[in-house]
T-cell receptor, first 109, second 114 residues
Framework: AQRVTQPEKLLSVFKGAPVELKCNYS??????LFWYVQYSRQRLQLLLR??SRESIKGFTADLNKGETSFHLKKPFAQEEDSAMYYC???????????FGKGTRLSVIA | NAGVTQTPKFQVLKTGQSMTLQCAQD?????MYWYRQDPGMGLRLIYY???????DKGEVPNGYNVSRLNKREFSLRLESAAPSQTSVYFC?????????????FGPGTRLTVT
């Protein structure tokens, strides 16, 4: 079965420090990987997807097929980055997203 | 465009009561989904509808039924609510199957079963 693992429930960092939210997946094929973010009292929204290879709000994520990882990184954390972050996988075409359990990022001033 | 809308926003039920959660999207999307969000469990798929006229079970379908009423609307029904169904429910939709199609979420319904 396809699985997404986010090993940290909570990650606390100081403002200006680097951030890395870990995500590992188990799937033998070529998945689509995503990061979704949920700010306090807001709906989930797409942060970035591996296929776009873009940087959103200073965040980047690289798909490492050898390590089956898709870690989310930002060099300098901001207070407004505090939120719940979910890694998600889609293994083909029109199949639903499979989500990890999420990591709550807390950026301390 | 309102995007994905859900009603109600909050609901309290007693064990054994029934209710229907409503979801609608105005983006002409083909696929719609229901997830539940629980602390420490992330989002788990309950049911989904890949296209109008089809529905499929997700990871946690027991205790729920769904209806894809038309292309816009996808409802989730709890026939006999149980405390284990206390959760935040999210509806989502997606236009198509290509890599460029994003999954959009509604604001959620917070359900408490006592």
């Amino acid at each position: 079965a396809q699985r997404v693992t986010q090993p940290e429930k909570l990650l606390s960092v100081f403002k200006g420090a680097p951030v890395e939210l870990k995500c590992n997946y188990s799937y033998s094929g070529s998945p689509e990987l995503f990061w979704y973010v949920q700010y306090s009292r807001q709906r989930l929204q797409l942060l970035l997807r591996h296929i776009s290879r873009e940087s959103i709000k200073g965040f980047t994520a690289d798909l490492n097929k050898g390590e089956t990882s898709f870690h989310l990184k930002k060099p300098f954390a901001q207070e407004e980055d505090s939120a719940m972050y979910y890694c998600a996988l889609r293994y083909s075409g029109n199949t639903p997203l499979v989500f990890g359990k999420g990591t709550r990022l807390s950026v301390i001033a | 465009n309102a995007g994905v809308t859900q009603t109600p926003k909050f609901q309290v039920l007693k064990t054994g009561q029934s209710m229907t959660l409503q979801c609608a999207q105005d983006m002409n999307h083909n696929s719609m989904y229901w997830y539940r969000q629980d602390p420490g469990m992330g989002l788990r798929l309950i049911y989904y509808s890949a296209s109008e006229g089809t529905t499929d079970k997700g990871e946690v379908p027991n205790g729920y039924n769904v209806s894809r009423l038309n292309k816009r609307e996808f409802s989730l029904r709890l026939e006999s609510a149980a405390p284990s169904q206390t959760s935040v429910y999210f509806c989502a939709s997606r236009k198509g199957t290509g890599n460029s199609y994003e999954q959009y979420f509604g604001p959620g319904t917070r359900l408490t079963v006592t």
